[in-house]
């Protein structure tokens, strides 16, 4: 009980979701002991014969509970989240099922609910009891529904549009009291509307004491690491243009010095007229979409009222034809972002596009480093960390 409540103190939780509480009924002296204040409520699902059990527990001045739904092994609450601008969510907290069956009876229901509910803020945490990848156990030797298990896992989070949120620090969430078998089976799944409104999300581990379990923290943190780094869309390349901009942009650069100094200088300058020409001329191709549909919704309208003239007709067909190319444009661009090469031209699901591109973004940035057995996310001393790193690598490579 000190555990979670420091934890809640340290990091200034606001909600908090615990699995196999064991307790048929935990009662509210209790719950407060556990968030130290009785600023707080609650709903639960009782243990049966000392197994299982769920509570979901929130600040009051944190979140307000409209309505809940207690279902087989999981427990969702909708509300409104209080701090900054106030919007509607909602927290399902799932305990694992015993067999695959089970699992997939929860998963369904789950899915089932997020699909046709109106609010599509979403955050589902807790023990599922399954892995999205046989890299996510091990020690531990496989049935012959593991297989099985790893993809239907994997679908409910694809059919329910969720993003598995990057667990940071750290890559098992369970260990084995004798450490012999690990295992990620606990982690948050969020909406892609959850991450518009909190990109910053991020999972992180807090070191265990005599649990065979690590407490995950969710925190919404947007780091700045400094400038983006520039990168070249295949779609520029399909613009008649853009060689030849290119060519001449690179020709009429006057730099003198040493190699790589010239090099480095021609592509910071080449980057600039790049993005210039980016944005003034080629456009922002989501921008010039929404305008050509909706000079073609005003010629359709007029079209409805009455017979439209042999001008009106022709510029219909010329914006449509500037729609399908835009349209063309857009997915490129989507595509080369979420690097999905099986995707055919013509498949053009946004939306899906987007949860790719944000997947591969979180998973593929560097939140922080490992310094002995510490864990860094300052930006600042990243930097100076990864700058002594190379400095030594390439001073070791000198005096050889």
């Given amino acids: ?45 009782e243990a049966v014969n000392n197994g299982g059990g769920l509570i979901t527990m929130w600040k009051k001045d944190c979140f307000e ?3 809940f739904r207690n279902g087989n092994n999981f427990s969702i609450i909708e509300g409104v989240w209080k701090e900054g601008m106030q919007v509607e969510i909602m927290i399902t907290n799932v305990y694992r099922g015993g067999t695959l069956r089970e699992k997939r009876v929860i998963w369904d229901e789950i899915s089932e609910i997020r699909k046709n509910h109106p609010i599509k803020l979403w955050c589902v945490a807790g023990d599922f009891n399954s892995n999205r990848s046989a890299k996510e156990r091990r020690g531990q030797s496989s049935n012959v529904n593991y297989n099985s298990e790893i ?29 012999t078998v690990k295992s990620r089976i606990y982690r948050v799944l969020v909406s892609l509307e959850w991450l518009e409104k909190w990109s910053g999300s991020k999972l992180y581990a807090e070191g265990r004491t005599v649990s065979d379990h690590y407490a995950l923290i969710l925190k919404d943190i947007n780091i700045d690491c400094g400038p983006k780094p520039f990168r070249c869309l295949d779609v520029w390349q399909k613009d008649v243009c853009f ?58 309208g007029k079209d409805d009222e009455g017979e439209l003239s042999v001008d009106d007709r022709e510029e219909r067909r010329q914006l449509l034809a500037e729609l399908g190319q835009v349209r063309v444009k857009q997915e490129v661009i989507l595509q080369q972002k979420a690097r999905l090469r099986w995707v055919s031209q013509g498949d053009l699901n946004t939306k899906f596009y987007h949860s790719s591109i944000k997947w591969r973004r979180m998973h593929n940035g560097i939140n922080g480093l490992k310094v002995g057995d510490q864990w860094c996310d300052d930006p600042v001393e990243v930097k100076a960390r990864v700058k002594e790193f190379f400095e030594g690598r390439f001073s070791r490579g000198e005096d050889n």
Avoid at 3 to 10: E, H
Avoid at 155 to 179: A, H, M, Q
């Fill in 243 to 300: 060689k030849e901009l290119v060519r001449t942009k690179w020709e009429s650069y006057d730099i003198r010095g040493n190699g790589l100094y010239v090099l480095k200088e021609k592509l910071k300058r080449l980057k600039f007229d790049i993005r210039n020409w980016n944005k003034y001329v080629f456009g922002d191709v989501n921008k010039q979409k929404v305008e050509l549909e909706k000079r073609i919704q005003v010629l359709d």
């Fill in 151 to 179: 993809q239907s896992f994997n679908n409910f989070i694809e059919e329910s549009c969720l993003v598995d949120i990057l667990l940071v620090g750290r890559k098992f969430t369970w260990y084995k009291p004798n450490g």
């Fill in 1 to 45: 009980m000190k555990y979670i409540n420091d934890l809640i103190r340290k990091h200034q939780v606001g909600v908090i979701c615990l699995q196999e509480t064991k307790c048929e009924q935990i009662g509210k002296e209790r719950c407060y002991q556990f968030w130290g204040s009785n600023e707080i409520d609650w709903i639960e699902i």
């Fill in 65 to 67: 509970m409209k309505r």
